[in-house]
């Protein structure tokens, strides 16, 4: 697992599955930004399992 960061846009990405390269991403779920007060995508392969977290306003809500 690692995780990178982008201040200049403040989102972080924690990848679960190594690297993702183009075309990994079969499906993303926002998650409800009301109920965690910002914009949490989850990114998952064609398998269903998750590779990948991005966190929208990174600053806030994440220590990476």
Known sequence: MKGTDDPAVDVAYIYLAG??????????????????DGQINLDFDRGGRLIGIEVVGASRRAPI
């Open 19 to 36: 690297s993702i390269r183009p075309g990994d991403v079969a499906k993303t779920v926002p998650l409800d930004p009301r109920s965690i």
